[in-house]
């Protein structure tokens, strides 16, 4: 049975430009969230789609921002990039909402930002 | 606002030892606390969830207590491996927003 799956696994971007990131779950699993990991502030909620809904949000600027599609895949992107958005982000995928039970995680996309 | 503390920020202990992790929260409502794992680098493994209405869990040598009267869980690893060595997350969700709040983490090292 396949992983969650992330790509890019690495990328470089330079300040204001924008990035998309890409996160497919586990086979029939219906949540997707998403998580930045920093040296400096450890790791934060940014949000989760259930069922192509957003059930969630941390709280990140709307230049974060993020989608589902039918098949459970999700994106989240970032526009305008700031120096502070270096970081590896991470999604997590699990059969029901993310509250209801265990989280299987991606190995993360690494974000810098030059 | 619900915090998670994790406690010691790092370990380092021999081959062989049985040791305790300790992670505490502020907020009791919780629908359950989660241990991972994470290896540098990469992205973390579920090693145990515990739902609130749970005291304990239990895989292989690792065995997580919950105390949410006290606003506690333990990790408990029998008999240390260097496999071992990693950095070892709480997370908890709960209250009214849902969110997965996560402590700091301890970064354990196994001594051969």
């Known amino acids: 049975k396949a992983g969650v799956t992330q790509t890019p696994r690495y990328l470089i971007k330079t300040r204001g430009q924008q990035v998309t990131l890409s996160c497919s779950p586990i086979?029939?699993?219906?949540?997707v969230s998403w998580y930045q990991q920093t040296p400096g502030q450890g790791l934060q909620f940014l949000f989760e789609y259930f069922s192509e809904t957003q059930r969630n949000k941390g709280n990140f600027p709307g230049r974060f921002s993020g989608r589902q599609f039918s098949n459970s895949r999700s994106e989240m992107n970032v526009s305008t990039l700031e120096l502070g958005d270096s970081a590896l982000y991470l999604c997590a995928s699990s059969l029901d909402v993310s509250s209801a039970g265990e989280l299987f995680f991606g190995e993360g996309s690494r974000l810098t930002v030059l | 606002k619900q915090e998670v503390t994790q406690i010691p920020a790092a370990l380092s202990v021999p081959e062989g030892e049985n040791l305790v992790l300790n992670c505490s929260f502020t907020?009791?409502?919780?629908?359950?606390l989660q241990w991972f794992r994470q290896d540098p680098g990469k992205g973390l493994t579920s090693l145990l969830l515990i739902q609130s209405s749970q005291r304990e869990q239990t895989s292989g040598r690792l065995n997580a207590s919950l105390d949410k009267s006290s606003g506690r869980s333990t990790l408990y690893i029998a008999a240390s491996q260097p496999g071992d060595s990693a950095t070892y997350l709480c997370a908890v969700i709960g209250g009214s927003n849902y969110q997965l709040i996560w402590g700091a983490g301890t970064k354990l090292i196994i001594k051969p």
């Open positions: 907020d009791s409502a919780i629908y359950n």
């Open positions: 086979s029939g699993h219906r949540s």
